[in-house]
Each structure stands twice: as C-alpha cells, then as structure tokens.
C-alpha cells in the first residue's frame, strides 16, 4: 500500500532547535574543514544542484564541507576519513544505486562516519537505506534538515527527532514548505565544461542548470515525485533563481536547463523568469520539461517562449496507448500527443519526448505503434535512443502499488535493488527490452547517430513480432536535427 503522505514545514524544521546566529562558526566535532563531506553520484549530466544548494546553506553556518561529484571525479580515500558526516544525494533510481556502493566504501574506510541520504529516493528506500548502509535519511526540502542534523552532530546531540530527519528508530516525513531563499554555492565544484552542454548545428557549448519550483500538483503514478509531495509545489524565489543562473553564466554558461518537474506548474513565475533572463541575456538558450497537458492548456505562451529563447520542450509522451496512459494517470491521451506537437511545431520549438514504452500494460503491437509513430512523424533525432529501452521502475511507496489490478503483475520487493521486480504478461517483451537495452549500450559506444540506432530497434522489434521484413515507413515531414544535450537522459 503506498503510504499517506505526511509533511513537516520549513520553518518546522529551523524552529525545532535553537540555531547558533550566522556566521558563528561550528565548535565540535564537525567544525574542522571537510568534517562535513556532500557526495553527488549521478544527476542526469549537469552540475550537482543537490551539492550547491546545501553548499550555501552549510557555509552561512560556519561549516567548511568538502563536496565531490562521482560522476565526473574521484572521491578519495582522504576526503572520506576526514569526514564526520557524510551526505549522499539520491535524487533518482541510478544515484541511489551508485550511492550504495559509495555508503559502503564510507563504511569500510570510516566506520565512526554518520551516513545520510538526501532527496528523492532517500525516504522511498529509507527500510533498507538505514538497515544496511546508512544512519539517516532525508526527503522533499533537503536542505533545512539537513543543516540541523550538521549542528546537532557537531554539538555531539542526538539527532532522532530532527523534524525531517529519519532514522531506522524514528521515521520521518518529507519535509514541504517555502523554497530557500539563499544562491546555490557552487565554489569548488567541477566545472561547466565537465558536464553536458548543449549541441547545436555540430557546435557544443556548455550548459547551466536551474530549478525555479520543485514538487508537482499532479500525481502521475509512476513518478517518484508523488509519494514524497504528494501534489504540492514548492516555489524558489526568482531573484534566487536569476542570481543562480547568472552565476552560471558568468562561469561560462551559453544554455540554461530549467529542471523543474514542470516548467509550468507556476506559468506566471515561469515566464517572469524566462522574460528577465532574456532581458539580462538575450543570447542565452534553455530547455525546460513541461507536460503534454500543459502544452495544449497553456498554448499561448510558447510562441513567447520561443523569441525568449526556448531551443526544446522535453514532454513525458511515455506512451501513445491510452490503456497505459491511463494506468500512469498522466492526463493526456494519445490525441493529446498529436495536437501538443502540433502546438510546438507551430511555435518552432522542437518537442523531445520522453517514453516509458515498457510496462506490463503495453503490448508489442503498441511498441510498434510508438516506432511508427516516430518514424512517420521524423522523431527519429528527437528521441535519445534509451528513451526507447526504459522499463518502469517501482519504488516502495510508488502510487502505482495501490493501483487496481496491481497484484496481477506486481512481484516481491528487491530491496537491494530499490524497486519491486515485475515481468511482462508477454514473454516477448521482457526479451525485446533486453535486446533493444543491448543496441542502446552499443550504440552509445560507437557514437551512433540516434536515427541510424533508430532503424537497428525498428528491425529488432519487427523480427520479434514475427514481421522481419516490415518496410520502414517514409515520413510525412521532413525536420531538421534538432538541439539537443549531449548527455542522454534516463532515471
């Protein structure tokens, strides 16, 4: 059963316990430089917001941490005894299995070490997290939480009780309330160059990352975002905002990422920000997620988004079944598919569509309906190749867990994992995942262009549902390659 979403408050939180005044710095046991370690695994190829946003927060407070990205750095032997509190963001599936393995290296190497968990799927996972490689977790508005547990650390207190902060004795609820108000610090992180930057026309240049609200008001079933915030939003103030991107800018930034789960969940703050970065910026370029049902409600806008200088609209599409849509509770049908790109279309903004093509509601006749549908449409470029591999992931306390009918294809817990096991009610289709998850790795190994990787799963799909031969349709437009980042997504 998905458990009821409880929250603790913001100023819960930095009311719980009397805070020294800032600028006071740390007295105890973790006032010494990099007593304090933040450690980032993996965050879709842009530099760590989950490093920079409790960076700042931690420096006001007199604190000195040390902050290390896995995913492009070494984490050294040196830096993990030093440290007395060790914090790992998990904000996604493949973080929070990376961070395992970084938890266990933090065991092996500094046993006295605290190890916290920070994000997304911290709490989701927290029975398992702090049974085997942790001693707290942290969900929702990470940094507030996890600024006190630092300074009841370092008074050598105890921390069960921390409004936000679960324990294996004491569980906590996400914590929900007012964005922070403070700039993301992001002195000493790697730079710009060594993430991701966005690829136009051959020419790459490097890529900022931004987040102008967290949460969501829907509550798709499948998305880890629903059980922490069960359809709430939180709002980080523009000025925050615009001083963070600026900063990004100034440190070589050429194209913005909004990160926000949805772009327009908040149209007003979202365009006031898009208007002012324009303004201060006008050859700056950003990107940003924004959900089929928001495109057709909010259609207006993207012509204005477009001169302000949107170079792609990522959409959750996942799937052109309407069964499945359904099931995902996503708010759209495939109808909706068609007219929301024929809304970016005439706007000029490219749309990069997100797919979730395998779950034990579609068919194989549907995973074939989405490949003519990209092919006829001239999406091939649009849709990063694993887009077309990605098998749906059931966390604890997913909302799909209390989802009619779940029993019939939910199987038990694999904790180690962090997600239920599942197998398609079609033998086919597990073996298709696993062939076309195949060409994806190859693919990326030989740099292949994505419509060539395109064409190798088209064939792979057709031979395995017994049309070998299946003629590759020609397209009813022509589009040009359209930007893109040059790190793929996936969760």
């Known amino acids: ?5 409880t929250t603790t408050s913001v100023d819960a939180v930095e009311d719980a316990r ?12 973790l006032a010494a430089p990099g007593a304090v370690l933040l450690v980032s695994c993996y965050e879709l190829g842009h530099q760590p917001l989950s490093l920079a946003g409790p960076l700042a927060e931690l420096r006001r407070a007199g604190f000195a941490p040390v902050a290390v990205d896995t995913a492009v750095e070494d984490l050294g032997e040196d830096a993990v005894r030093a440290a007395r509190l060790v914090a ?27 190890v916290c968990f920070y994000g997304l799927y911290a709490t989701l996972n927290a029975d398992h997290l702090l049974r085997e490689h942790g001693d707290s ?9 996890l600024l006190a547990l630092a300074r009841a650390l370092d008074r050598g207190e105890g921390f069960e009780g921390i409004p936000g902060v679960g324990t294996a004795r004491v569980p906590a609820a996400p914590v929900l309330g007012r964005g922070g108000t403070l700039v993301p610090d992001r002195a000493g992180l790697p730079p710009l160059r060594s993430y991701a930057g966005l690829e136009r026309d051959g020419v790459i240049v490097p890529a900022g990352y931004v987040e102008a609200t967290r949460g969501c008001h829907h509550t798709c079933r499948h998305c880890p975002i629903t059980p922490i915030y069960g359809g709430r939003l939180t709002v980080v103030p523009r000025e925050t905002v615009l001083a963070d991107a600026r900063a990004q800018v100034a440190a070589g930034a050429r194209h913005i990422t909004f990160g926000d789960p949805d772009f327009l969940n908040g149209p007003a703050h979202a365009l006031r920000i898009a208007r002012a970065l324009h303004e201060e910026f006008p050859g700056l370029t950003f990107d940003a997620t924004v959900k089929v ?15 302000l200088g949107c170079a792609f609209v990522v959409s959750a599409v996942e799937s052109l079944s309407d069964e499945v849509l359904l099931r995902l509770a996503k708010g759209h049908t495939r109808e909706d598919v068609v007219a929301a790109l024929d809304v970016l279309d005439s706007a000029g903004i490219p749309m990069r569509p997100s797919l979730l093509p395998f779950t034990p509601w ?11 549908f990209v092919a006829e449409r001239d999406l091939s470029g649009h849709v990063d190749p694993v887009m077309l591999a990605i098998r749906l992931l059931v966390p604890p306390g997913s909302a799909l867990l209390s989802e009619p009918g779940a029993d019939a294809w939910l199987g038990d817990l694999d904790a180690e994992r962090f997600t239920y096991r599942w197998a398609h009610p079609d033998p086919r289709m597990d073996a298709l995942h696993a062939e076309v998850s195949a060409i994806v790795e190859g693919a990326t190994v030989r740099d292949e262009s994505q419509p060539a990787t395109f064409v190798r799963i088209w064939d792979a799909a057709h031979r395995a549902a017994g049309h070998p031969e299946s003629p590759f349709p020609s397209p009813s437009v022509n589009r040009r390659p359209p930007p893109r980042l040059t790190e793929s997504w996936f969760c």
């Open 18 to 29: 009397e805070a020294p005044s800032v600028g006071t710095p740390p007295r105890g046991r």
């Open 137 to 145: 977790a942290i969900s929702g508005e990470v940094v507030a939480p």
């Open 293 to 307: 049902e928001h495109v057709l409600q909010h259609r207006r806008v993207f012509p204005e988004l477009a001169a």
């Open 362 to 372: 579609e068919t194989l006749d549907g995973y074939l309906d989405l490949l003519r």
């Open 1 to 5: 059963m998905v458990a009821t979403v």
């Open 88 to 114: 790992i963001s998990v904000p996604m599936h493949t973080a929070l299995r990376l961070g395992a393995r970084v938890a266990a290296r933090v065991r092996s190497l500094n046993p006295a070490a605290h």
